[in-house]
């Protein structure tokens, strides 16, 4: 499947079951870090197949509140994933480019970052929508600095 700017891809999820393989991401990458799920679902389900999990990252102290379709990709409190958010998927080699950053991830979800909010002691909070999906990401502004506003980000995760 390769993207188009379909604005069927924006409320698309891409999910490939690949093999667990580490790479060299380059510059694509924004952020990226080990998250734990601390909870789930806690004011209840909205919808059937949606679940919003808590989680907090283990190197660079971020919080996150996220939205994911769970019905084609189930993640339960305690489970650690590796998570990224990339500015394309495409990176050099001679590979078709947009698969290289897809075959290292599990689950794929493509959106727009659409608002930053301050927060005390230098942290800032940086929310994004993927076809409705939602994400709170809490962290220092200086691990936060790629992101821009309005800027259309891939999210990637990979449980470990």
Known sequence: ???T???LLTMSILVFARGKRRMNTQTA???EDLFDIKDKDTEGKKFPKVSRIVCESENYDFAMRLDYNDDIYPMNISEKFSFALASALAL???RPQ???LIDAYDYVMHGKLYKFEAKPDNRVAVYASFGGLLMEL???THHLDRLDLDSHVYLLI???
């Open 1 to 3: 499947m390769r993207p």
């Open 5 to 7: 700017s379909s604005p």
């Open 29 to 31: 990458v924004l952020v």
């Open 92 to 94: 050099e080699g001679d």
């Open 98 to 100: 947009y698969q290289q």
């Open 138 to 140: 809490i962290g220092y």
């Open 158 to 160: 990979r449980k470990v």
